[in-house]
RNA sequence: GGAGGGUUGCCCGGAAUUGGUAACGGACCUGUCUUGAAAACAGGCGCGCUCUGCGCAUGCGAGUUCGAGUCUCGCACCCUCCGCCA
């Protein structure tokens, strides 16, 4: 959310970020209605300082007579001020939600255009593997290979549902220890976060209200996340903490859900696009400070990219177009990986500044040197997502054979060098 | 799921006659003093507005009332106990 105040003496600016990110929002309405709200608040809050001007004098009023007429005057006043009251009422809920649906402005450095597609290359890290063996796809590999079963995983759980087991299971498992020992070293906080969450926490995250038909909600009025960045960014919510506790970095674990609503047609088989996964986030609160955000940013960036080279995957990284950029982001990296069997990169970390639109709306503020009330700022990157870089990690290390090269890294973790039929 | 107790100012503690309009203390910030710090003293210390002023804010929402921390109803959370349970 950003401020109203901004919003109006910024008017221009706001309306060429939303169009930056193509977001249809009204901003000369929005405007339109804060001029009718302040101008009610005005009339209700003259009319209630008349109330306790009088309220307080009946209290002390000695004269029954003069007590009576100033009780029956305010009986009057009170139904007037019920009445504008409820004027302001209406008037202020429409604002809010108008409030919520402005985007937070692009950096200056966000390329202009539509989809993914427009997404900007900036940097390329290792060498696509060329095979001299026609390659197979991390479905075939897994399956040949025992490590997933697809077809019990549709019968359990239905679309998308997969089952990970023998060294499918031992890879992942081994993938998360090795992301402890790497992002711990750096100094982060680890933490076993909720998913299934409260309405305020993705409100406050910009989940909602846009992206209601991508969680799945539970009979008492409850979401599960698609990420644990909504319970570590909530973790927080009205609270207000010294300068000294910030930057906060957490390495937080979580279940993700994802109803996937508008991708029916994509990547309906495999790995890449699960319903349900094991995820490995990280998520930062830091001073309200651009440069520093800004600092952060690249960290958590390189951060992904020296786990993605240790583990040896090829990858490169994108800066988000605006229309490929969240409501409340300021600036996006997509890291992808390279992907064999589609002769692409894939998607398999995003990395996000949001200034302090997140921790407005979920009232995260800091006291800074001088003691003034501020809003942090909050970030928030991949840190390794479990099925989808399962699927990148087999194809990338597939021989000729069918067999996968187990990444140095991880050997100690699944207890061998290479994954084959026999074992 | 059942019974009882509880929730007060950015933070911590903590008062408020029969309902009369949120004391006070600590912490914290700024200033004075000091070589510096401590102490002392002064001010500040939630949000909003068209800001010498006014409004809002006692977990959340609604109600009664001229007036609600206080009374009524609903909800959330915490504590104690019972039941169930990995």
Redesign the pocket.
């Known amino acids: 959310m950003l401020d ?2 901004f919003i109006r003496d910024n008017k221009d600016i706001v309306i060429a970020g939303a169009k930056k990110k193509h977001i249809d929002v009204d901003i000369e309405k929005l405007i339109t209605l804060d001029d009718k709200r ?2 009610l ?2 009339v209700v ?2 009319m ?2 008349k ?3 009088i ?2 004098e ?2 002390t009023e000695q004269n029954q007579e003069m007590r009576a007429s100033k ?1 029956a005057e ?2 009057k006043l ?1 139904e007037q001020i019920q009445k504008e009251n409820d004027k302001l009422k209406d008037v202020l809920k429409e604002w809010q939600q108008l409030m919520l649906l402005v985007p937070n402005v692009p950096d200056i450095s966000v390329p202009e255009g539509e989809s993914d597609e427009d997404n900007v290359e900036v940097k390329v890290w290792g060498d696509v593997p060329s095979f001299d063996f026609e390659i197979k796809d991390h479905i075939t590999l897994m399956q040949n290979l025992d490590m997933v079963d697809l077809e019990r995983g549709t019968k359990v759980a239905g679309f998308r549902g997969y089952f990970l087991k023998n060294d499918g299971a031992m890879l992942e498992w081994a993938i998360f220890h090795f992301a402890q020992e790497f992002f711990l070293q750096r100094n982060f906080t680890p933490m076993i976060v909720p998913s299934l969450l409260n309405k305020e926490p993705f409100i406050g995250t910009g989940y909602l209200p846009q992206e209601e038909e991508n969680l799945y909600k539970t009979q008492d009025d409850k979401y599960l996340a698609g990420t644990a960045e909504v319970a570590v960014m909530s973790y927080f919510m009205d ?2 903490l010294k300068e000294s506790d910030l930057p906060f970095k957490a390495f937080a674990f979580s279940p993700c859900f994802r109803r996937e609503a508008g991708s029916h047609g994509k990547d309906t088989k495999g790995l890449i696009r699960v319903h349900e996964f094991f995820k490995y986030e990280q998520v930062v609160l830091c001073e309200a400070s651009h440069e520093t955000s800004v600092r952060i940013h690249e960290e958590l960036t390189k951060n992904s990219e020296e786990f993605l080279q240790a583990l040896g995957i090829p990858y490169h990284i994108v800066v988000n177009c605006g229309g490929d950029i969240g409501l409340g982001q300021v600036k996006k990296y997509d890291i992808e990986a390279w992907m064999p069997s589609q002769n692409k990169y894939r998607e398999t970390h995003s990395s996000s500044y949001f200034h302090d639109f997140q921790t407005r709306r979920l009232g995260i503020k800091y ?1 800074d ?3 003034n ?1 501020r809003y942090a700022h909050s970030l928030n990157n991949t840190a390794i997502a479990g099925p989808r870089i399962l699927a990148v990690l087999v194809e990338n290390y597939q021989q000729p054979d069918g067999s996968i090269i187990v990444p140095e890294v991880l050997r100690k973790y699944v207890g061998k060098e290479k994954i084959t039929k026999e074992t």
């Open positions: 109203i105040k302040r101008e608040l005005k809050e003259d209630r300082a109330q306790n001007t309220t307080k009946i209290s009780i305010m009986q009170k609270e207000t006291k040197s001088n003691g009330l």
